[in-house]
């Protein structure tokens, strides 16, 4: 039987920030032990006595001074018969490599953060079916991923800003859990219709705006799939 | 060569389409939610040649047939007695049938009503509980629905397997977007309210649930138990095919054939009499 502290100390022992990309956490290097510190750590429980644990980084960012880093982590454990005995998700700082590189990798996976939202406005905005998709809209799009949210302000096609708060705030949100942003971003496909339709996303807000941007949805997911796709190739 | 009749019941017009040696094994196919009979075509033109009479309607409100006279239908089960009805006019008795999604549920329908002689379905389960009909009644109101084709389309590229090709999940999608949105939500009210739980013991000839790994439509473990509630059930789920098997695999008659001969060995060797289609 292992517990969820130790089963997320055990994958990420050793990580450091550049190592630790989207995905199933990677081993350990050899000769290269310790430095872990568990900063968050939420679960429930299921049935069962886990045996075995699924790790998966869902999240990677350097801290403010650079010094550090920080993994988000979903992680399962699994009872012999592969139920699911507990599952939740944790926040540990790591070391890093180096000082931080210019621009940095993280960032283009640090989904709704500052940096990853400018990187996917300028993406938007060379998207021609993003902009037909919002060329009649004036209104603000929400994006929450985990604790990080983002709001695009949108006018006929432009996003005029993309910001943590904007004047009038979001016409409608979309959110997902850390693990839905990774997921989607490292999946074969874009296929966002069929897991919002699962319940890895949810929208508040305005739902008739929601429905109409259906296809802006898709394509912002279609940015955040490019930015992540050198993620995606290593995964 | 493939005939196309009209025939009216209920006072509308249903149109169905015809191929396939007279005396032919009879094989009806029946199609998913909002669609018409042209996603059977490849099966029209190919499943001839295996000795099968293929009769490929298109269900009230879709295609070429009339929608009801009292509107919309949400009620599987009157789907399945039209085309019981439809049968009749046709003069056959006891055919095959494939369907999929509503069309596949259709098809147990009428497997357990004794009304066929084997079944193949496709994307179909007893009990669907992935959607919301008070949802999906909100979604009638069409200032309540905007983007419909946008979400049709990208929908149903979702809908597809990973292995279907960026060009031929296009086509199917472009296809899918032709749709009356009333009748396509209708017809997924009907799918959700119908519940065949109850009557999958007492399906008494051979039946085939198919269903892809990546159709997000389905809870694939409520097919798996589908399947185990129906005697000598046989299951099969295709790795990279999502809700849409007959559009989305190449070769797909084939694989049908090899099916319906499972079901029904000899095809070749059966012969069958109908009487005289009252075509109008």
Same mark, same amino acid.
């Given at each position: 039987?292992?517990?969820? /502290? ?35 750590? /939420? ?30 982590? !979903? ?6 018969? +592969?139920?699911?005995?507990? /599952? ?34 300028? $993406? ?32 006929? $096609? ?10 009038? $705030? ?5 959110? +997902? ?22 319940? !890895? ?24 799939? /490019?930015?992540? $796709? ?6 | 060569?493939?005939?196309? =009749? ?10 169905? =389409? ?68 439809? &049968? ?6 006891? %055919? ?57 389309? &990208? ?23 032709? =749709? ?25 000839? %051979? ?10 439509? &389905?809870?694939? %473990? ?42 029904? %060995?000899?095809?070749? =060797?059966?012969?069958?009499?109908? #009487?005289?289609?009252?075509? #109008?």
């Amino acid at each position: 039987m292992i517990a969820p /502290e130790a089963a997320v100390m055990a994958a990420l022992d050793g990580v450091v920030l550049e190592d630790a990309r989207l995905g199933a956490a990677p081993p350990a290097p050899s000769g290269e032990r310790g430095g872990v510190r568990l900063l968050a750590l /939420e679960w429930r429980a299921g049935a069962g006595s886990p045996e075995r644990a699924e790790v998966v980084v869902t999240r990677r960012r350097r801290t403010c001074d650079g010094a550090r880093g920080l993994l988000g982590c !979903h992680f399962r454990l699994l009872a012999a018969d +592969g139920a699911v005995a507990r /599952e939740g998700t944790a926040v540990a700082e790591v070391p890093v490599r180096a000082s931080a590189p210019d621009p940095d990798p993280a960032v283009l996976t640090d989904f709704c953060a500052p940096a990853w939202s400018q990187l996917l406005r300028e $993406g938007l905005g060379e998207d021609p079916r993003f902009q037909e998709a919002t060329g009649t809209f004036d209104g603000t799009i929400g994006l929450r991923c985990g604790d990080d949210a983002t709001q695009l302000r949108i006018y006929k $096609g432009t996003i005029l800003e993309a910001a943590r708060s904007t004047p009038e $705030g979001p016409t409608f949100t979309l959110a +997902g859990s850390e693990l839905a942003w990774a997921q989607l971003a490292l999946a074969d496909r874009n296929d966002f219709l069929a897991r919002t339709s699962l319940g !890895h996303f949810s929208t508040s807000g305005n739902a008739y705006a929601y429905l109409r941007m259906t296809k802006a949805l898709v394509s912002i997911f279609d940015v955040a799939r /490019e930015l992540a $796709g050198p993620e995606r190739a290593a995964a | 060569m493939i005939a196309a =009749e009209y025939h009216e019941i209920d006072g509308a017009q249903a149109y169905v =389409e015809l191929a396939g040696p007279a005396d032919g094994v009879p094989l009806l196919c029946v199609h998913t939610a909002g669609q018409g009979g042209v996603q059977w075509r490849d099966v029209l033109r190919e499943l001839p040649a295996h000795g099968y009479r293929v009769i490929v309607p298109d269900l009230p409100g879709h295609g070429r047939s009339d929608l009801p006279l009292d509107g919309p239908i949400e009620d599987l089960g009157r789907y399945a007695a039209w085309l019981r009805e439809l &049968l009749a006019r046709l003069g056959i008795a006891q %055919p095959l049938v494939v369907g999929c999604s509503i069309g596949g549920k259709i098809a147990l329908d009428l497997a357990a009503s004794g009304a066929v002689r084997g079944a193949v379905a496709m994307a179909a389960d007893a009990h669907n509980r992935r959607l919301s009909v008070n949802g999906l009644r909100r979604g009638l109101e069409d200032a309540a629905s905007p983007s419909r084709g946008d979400r049709t389309y &990208l929908g149903t590229l979702a809908s597809v397997g990973r292995t279907v090709s960026a060009e031929r999940a296009h086509r199917i999608a472009t296809m899918h977007r032709r =749709e009356d949105p009333v009748v396509s939500t209708t017809d997924l009210i009907a799918w959700t309210a119908h519940d065949l739980r109850d009557r999958l013991a007492g399906i008494a000839c %051979p039946v085939r649930l198919v269903a892809g790994e990546d159709d997000f439509w &389905l809870d694939l %473990p409520d097919v798996v138990w589908t399947a185990s509630q129906i005697p000598g059930c046989t299951y099969d789920q295709i790795a990279g095919i999502g809700h849409y098997p007959m559009e989305e695999i190449e070769g797909f008659p084939e694989l049908l054939a090899g099916w319906l001969a499972a079901l029904s %060995p000899n095809p070749q =060797e059966e012969r069958w009499t109908t #009487s005289k289609p009252s075509s #109008s």
